[in-house]
Nanobody
Framework: QVQLVESGGGLVQAGGSLRLSCAAS???????MGWYRQAPGKQRELVAA???????NYLDSVKGRFTISRDNAKNTVALQMNSLKPEDTAVYYC?????????????WGQGTQVTVSN
C-alpha cells in the first residue's frame, strides 16, 4: 500500500508560479510518478510523469512551463509550475505506479486545488 500526500496548491495570478509536492509513504517498487489534473466538467488528464530512470513526459500545453522532479532519498515528487494560465486551473492529483513481481497497481493522492486568476 502506498499513501500519497500532496501539498502546495493555492490561488495565484496569471503569470505566477506554484510548486506542488507529493510525499509517498514508500518508493518501493515505484516505477512511475505522475501529476494529473481535472478541471470542472473535463476528464482527468496527465500533466507530467517521471520514471525511475528520470525520463519525463509532459502534456503539450505545459511544456516549457512545468517541470517534474523526484527525490528518491525523500520519497517525494514535485511539480514546478511557472507562467501559470487560467486554463491551468484544476484539481491536481499525484499518482504512483507500483510494479512488484509483475503486479501493477496505481495509487492516487487526495488532490490539491490550483486556481489561476486573470
Amino acid at each position: 500500500q502506498v499513501q500519497l500526500v500532496e501539498s502546495g496548491g493555492g490561488l495565484v495570478q496569471a503569470g505566477g508560479s506554484l510548486r506542488l509536492s507529493c510525499a509517498a509513504s514508500t518508493f518501493f517498487g515505484i516505477n512511475t510518478m505522475g501529476w494529473y489534473r481535472q478541471a470542472p466538467g473535463k476528464q482527468r488528464e496527465l500533466v507530467a510523469a517521471i520514471r525511475s530512470g528520470t525520463s519525463t513526459n509532459y502534456l503539450d500545453s505545459v511544456k516549457g512551463r512545468f517541470t517534474i522532479s523526484r527525490d528518491n532519498a525523500k520519497n517525494t515528487v514535485a511539480l514546478q509550475m511557472n507562467s501559470l494560465k487560467p486554463e491551468d486551473t484544476a484539481v491536481y492529483y499525484c499518482s504512483a505506479l507500483q510494479v512488484v513481481l509483475g503486479s501493477r497497481k496505481e495509487y492516487w493522492g487526495q488532490g490539491t486545488q490550483v486556481t489561476v486568476s486573470n
